[in-house]
Every structure is written in structure tokens, then in C-alpha cells.
């Protein structure tokens, strides 16, 4: 198939005119407009055509959790997620008990060989159980232990290495070593963390790439105590996941991390519950009851419960508040990409990589998805 008649996000993400032409999974021709032949034209005239997002970081949504184990609620996951713009995601765990962990990664894996019909699983992110107890927001206390390499191992190797991302405290007894062992496996985000910026900064130093949800469960940075958000600021090696529902984080607030962290550090997260996509009512994370409210998600005692929001959305979001377009398209697609490593065939237009795109028209709002290859949307 060939888009043409619009603009493009190139793979330098610059805006250009051009036509992108698409052969089974992978674009074969990113090319000036007018130069390429085939005989199934879509005309996008006024439109612009971006990567697809990549949300590495989402527990649930339209119904459906990473942790009901059943590839429905992957499959349903991963239809909601196609109609909003993401054409790849990591199902997310909780806390939760090592047996319940395995069974997860177990229904993940098989979805991934098998196949789903919309957003593909890129793999897993395990947000628990390695965390802070002071700081574990709505994760389920009873099942929060100190970082464990080989039960973490144990985990990998029996789900076939597909998990991306494990969540861990930097402070907290045996992180060190956690992270000697751990780091050649996958990537390990410093998060739900009472560290100071002394710990964060060593943990930084040791291999820990990104940090979970900045600026929530974590310490913040005042002028004699930098803390974790002063660590990562400091440090340019260091990503950071942002949700940016406007509700988790001012508005202010993102644009000054948008702006220190620079276009390259950003990563766009939803962090949603299954609830994102459904009405108000009560809901369920972690095996702890969750109440949402004008799409706002609060455990009983107040604590935030992950989000309603989508990539999309949250994108859309970012423009409003006055965030450069190129960095907000850079912080849900190709910065993702980096970080779970798999930039190299998805993340941007580029000839040789999955035909993963998104087509917006002059709202930005989404026309058309394609997901390797194949409209899934439009």
C-alpha cells in the first residue's frame, strides 16, 4: 500500500513532505511525494503520519488486566489499545506472589506466539514486588519483598526472557547485588523508592537505565534535598516515564521535566488500570479495590491507582500544555523503543522497520492505524 498527500515524521523526526510505501509488515519506501507507484493508493490529504506509540507501561484497560492471566484479557487489551494509536505495549504486573507472577508471564508469552489482533506485546514490565514498603502507593503490601535475583531469574527463564523492564528500590537490602545479577537480563527502573539522591545517583552508576512514573512514589526535589527527580535530572544516561493525564503531574510540572530532561529522556506512559476506556464505578489493581471517580482512580485511603488515560490522549495532552510536538511524538514512540530495545524495528517511519504508524489529521486526532502492516483502524 502507498500513504500519500501527507506529511511525515521522518525517521530524524522532522516533518517532511512524502509517501511511505508499505510491503507485508515493513515499510520498503519512505520517498518524495510523487515518485512511487502502487496500486493501493490511500490519499491523506491535511494529514500527518507519525510512528505508532509504544506504551511501555499499562496494568489494564477496557475491562481487562495484565493480570487476569487469560489471553482475553491480552487480546482485549490489545484491541482497545489499537483504536487510541499504540501499536505496541508491555503488559504490566503488580505485586503479587512469584506463583501468580509466573502464570502472568506465562499467558503474556503465549499471546506473543500466538498472535493478537491489534497492539502486539513487546513484552513484559514487572512494576513489583521489589519496592519500598513506605513508598508502595497501590501496590499490595502484603506481597511487597527486598529485590530477589533469583526468584527474578527464576521468573525470566521460565517465561523465556520476555520480560523488558523489573521495578526495583535502589535503597532497599540486596538491590546492589540485584543489580549485578539482573542488568545483562533486562533494563531496571528505579521505582515506589524512599532513595535519596545519593542512593538513586549510585543505583544510576550501577545500571539502573529509567525511573517508574516520575515524580510519584519517589522523593522529590527540594533545594538541600535533591532526591530521586533531583538524581535523574542530574544524570543524562537516566529516562524517564511520565504520565501525563494532567491529574499524576501539573501541567507546570511536565513542562519543566520535559524541558530539563530534553527530547531524548521522556518517555509518555499511561499507566492504566482496566477501568481506562470504561465508566465510573469500581474497579480492581492488584487485588485491591479500586474506586474511580470523574476518571480519576483512588485506592480507599486516597492513595492514586494508576490512571484511565491512553497514549493518545495523553499525547494530545502534552501539545496542549505547550510541549513541542517533536518531543512529544519522540517521548511516545521511538524513546519507548530505546529503552526496551527494539528501536532498531519499530519506534519510527524508516525503511526496513514495522509498518507501525499512525495517521492524524490537522486536530491530531487519529485517522488511521497500521500495525505491521495491516489497517487496524480507518
Not at 106 to 119: D, I, Q, R, T, Y
Not at 184 to 206: R, V, W
Not at 240 to 261: N, Q, T, W, Y
Not at 321 to 329: D, E, N, S
Amino acid at each position: 500500500m502507498l500513504l500519500k498527500n501527507a506529511k511525515v515524521v521522518n525517521d530524524q523526526f522532522d516533518i517532511v513532505d512524502a509517501e511511505v510505501q508499505i510491503q507485508g509488515e515493513n515499510i520498503i519506501k519512505v520517498a518524495p511525494q510523487g515518485t512511487v507507484q502502487d496500486d493501493q493508493v490511500y490519499d491523506l490529504t491535511g494529514c500527518t503520519i507519525i510512528p505508532g506509540f509504544i506504551d511501555q507501561h499499562i496494568h489494564g484497560c477496557a475491562g481487562h488486566d495484565t493480570g487476569d492471566a487469560t489471553p482475553e484479557a491480552i487480546e482485549g487489551m490489545s484491541v482497545h489499545l489499537a483504536k487510541h494509536g499504540v501499536t505496541s505495549f508491555c503488559p504490566t504486573t503488580m505485586t503479587l506472589p512469584e506463583d501468580q507472577l509466573s502464570k502472568i508471564l506465562a499467558n503474556v508469552k503465549h499471546c506473543m506466539e500466538h498472535g493478537v489482533s491489534g497492539a502486539y506485546p513487546q513484552g513484559v514490565n514487572m512494576e513489583g514486588p521489589y519496592i519500598a514498603m513506605s513508598k508502595k502507593g497501590a501496590q499490595n503490601a502484603a506481597y511487597v519483598r527486598n529485590p530477589d535475583p533469583e526468584e527474578f531469574k527464576r521468573l525470566f527463564d521460565g517465561c523465556g526472557g520476555i520480560i523488558k523492564l523489573v521495578d526495583i528500590a535502589a535503597e532497599t537490602e540486596g538491590a546492589d547485588e540485584f543489580i549485578r545479577q539482573v542488568c545483562p537480563l533486562c533494563a531496571i527502573s528505579l521505582a515506589h523508592t524512599a532513595a535519596n539522591y545519593e542512593q538513586a545517583k549510585h543505583g544510576f552508576d550501577m545500571g539502573i537505565s529509567q525511573v517508574t512514573h516520575m515524580f510519584n512514589a519517589m522523593s522529590g526535589l527540594t533545594h538541600r534535598a535533591p532526591g530521586v527527580v533531583g538524581a535523574v535530572m542530574d544524570d543524562d544516561k537516566v529516562r524517564a516515564e511520565l504520565i501525563c493525564d494532567g491529574f499524576h503531574i501539573s501541567p507546570v510540572v511536565l513542562r519543566i521535566a520535559f524541558k530539563m530532561l530534553g527530547e531524548d529522556r521522556t518517555i509518555v506512559i499511561s499507566d492504566s488500570l482496566k477501568a481506562a476506556g470504561c465508566p465510573d464505578g469500581e474497579y480492581e489493581l492488584g487485588g485491591q479495590p479500586v474506586f474511580v471517580r470523574n476518571g480519576k482512580a483512588l485506592l480507599e485511603d486516597g492513595t492514586i491507582a494508576a490512571s484511565t488515560s491512553n497514549l493518545h490522549e495523553e499525547f494530545k495532552n502534552l501539545l496542549a500544555f505547550g510541549i513541542p510536538f517533536r518531543q512529544a511524538v519522540k517521548s511516545a514512540t521511538i524513546n519507548p523503543a530505546r529503552q526496551l530495545k527494539v528501536d532498531h524495528i519499530t519506534g519510527s517511519i524508516k525503511e526496513g522497520k514495522l509498518a507501525d504508524i499512525v495517521v492524524l489529521d490537522q486536530n491530531n486526532d487519529i485517522q488511521m492505524v497500521i500495525i505491521k502492516g495491516k489497517v487496524v483502524v480507518g
